[in-house]
């Protein structure tokens, strides 16, 4: 039955949206938030993002600057986020009116955050993570989501998908995919939240999948990047996309058994790989990675490049290898192996298109659990 006028009053401003994270995606996903919110009743109109905050070059606070101009100017120059948007240093003050979370920072820091969050939260506040990464702790790997769970107590989607920032900020026509584990009537409310007739989401019932997509795409944007800066071409790069998917597919699959493969044919499948590999800040620091001969390491050439955006391919190449040696998986998974050994200096860049050494033990899981 649909709402009637006295529902839809009650309901109005119910929900109160903070976006964690400022980054080059965080003011993006802010920018899309704060123009539904706007419009749609049941949101309340303000958005507020935590800042973390750092002094700019001129001496100002980034915080202030933003709430100023209403531009990130460091992370997202010359693209106006929207009046309703608040941009706010205090973790603690910016969460404690809000029960919709969202999470956008570079993964490496979100433990840290939700520590500080534990019993700050209100409740019933539902949680939805756009990072694209995972951590690995001695009992195995965590996906964030399930991080953000289990230290907060709340449920926790997931949205990722083809998704390069800087080309949502100008309102170029993408797509996304939200995960969700049950509560549908919940995915439904974030697709809400953030669908624009430029940025379509749909829903998936498969949180862990969508998860991994996103997360294990990173690895395959660095061997992407390193084809291109040994000028391999198109052929070689489109092959090791579809070996990486394969890969990515073969370890999702492992590690959660109800992946489904229907999801690696959504956004944040195959959709996010493409994009990635083509347009992504993991590629491009790769590249200048294979062109160095891989004497610059990534942190001086993500620091060089990105200045102040953060890579998370290189990391979670590292988070991925843990598990494949914990798990003595290294022989079925050459590709992310190879892109670990080559971030590390223990291979060339060249390695990546010496593939072939690796070859037989690849294809000796054929007709195995792995290759289905
Ligand atoms: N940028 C994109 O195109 C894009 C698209 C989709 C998903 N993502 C994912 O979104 C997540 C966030 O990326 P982003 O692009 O918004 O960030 P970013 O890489 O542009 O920026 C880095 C952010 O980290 C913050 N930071 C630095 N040190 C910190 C600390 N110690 N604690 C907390 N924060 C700190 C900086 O203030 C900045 O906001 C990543 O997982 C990324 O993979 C990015
Ligand atoms: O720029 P990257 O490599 O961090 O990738 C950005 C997004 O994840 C693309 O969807």
Redesign the pocket.
């Known amino acids: 039955m649909a709402p009637t006028m006295e529902d839809q009053q009650m309901m109005r401003g119910q929900y109160r949206v903070v976006v964690i994270?400022?980054?080059?995606?965080?003011s993006v996903a802010a920018k899309l938030i704060a123009s539904n919110t706007i419009k749609q009743p049941i949101f309340y109109d303000e958005v507020w993002m935590w800042v973390?905050e750092?002094t700019l070059h001129t001496g100002e606070k980034l915080s202030e600057v933003i709430n100023q101009t209403n531009e990130n100017v460091k992370?997202l120059p010359g693209i106006k986020l929207g009046n309703n948007v608040i941009a706010d240093p205090d973790l603690e003050n910016a969460v404690k009116e809000a029960n919709m979370l969202v999470f956008?920072?570079?993964?490496q820091?979100v433990a840290?955050?939700c520590k500080r969050l534990v019993g700050k939260i209100r409740p019933g506040t539902e949680a939805i993570s756009?990072?694209?990464?995972m951590e690995v702790k001695m009992e195995g790997p965590f996906m964030i989501s399930k991080l953000i769970t289990d230290m907060l107590g709340i449920n926790c989607c997931v949205l990722m998908g083809a998704?390069?920032?800087?080309e949502i900020a100008v309102e170029k026509f993408s797509e996304a995919t939200v995960g969700y584990r049950q509560d549908k009537e919940v995915a439904q409310r974030w697709a809400r939240l953030f669908s624009t007739p430029y940025f379509l989401v749909s829903i998936v019932q498969d949180v862990e999948g969508v998860e991994l997509c996103g997360t294990l795409k990173?690895v395959v944007a660095i061997a992407a990047g390193l084809v291109d800066g040994l000028d391999m071409g198109n052929n070689t790069k489109a092959a090791i996309m579809r070996i990486g998917l394969r890969e990515m597919r073969a370890f999702s699959k492992l590690l959660f058994s109800s992946v489904r493969d229907s999801t690696f044919f959504e956004s944040c499948g195959v959709a996010d790989l493409i994009t990635t590999c083509l347009g992504g800040?993991n590629r491009k620091v790769s590249e200048a990675f294979a062109r160095s001969g891989g004497k610059r390491s990534f942190d001086e050439l993500e620091a060089e490049l990105l200045q102040?955006?953060?890579l998370?391919g290189v990391s979670t190449a590292k988070e991925v290898y843990e598990v494949l040696s914990h798990r003595g998986w290294q022989g079925l998974f050459p590709l992310f192996t190879t892109v670990h050994e080559i971030c590390i200096g223990q291979l060339p860049p060249s390695a990546i298109v010496e593939y072939s050494e690796h070859t037989p033990n690849f294809s000796l899981v054929e007709g195995s659990a792995l290759y289905y």
């Open positions: 994270g400022s980054g080059n995606w965080g973390y750092e992370y956008v920072t570079p993964h820091f840290g955050i756009l990072i694209k990464g998704n390069i920032a800087n990173n800040r102040g955006q953060k998370q």
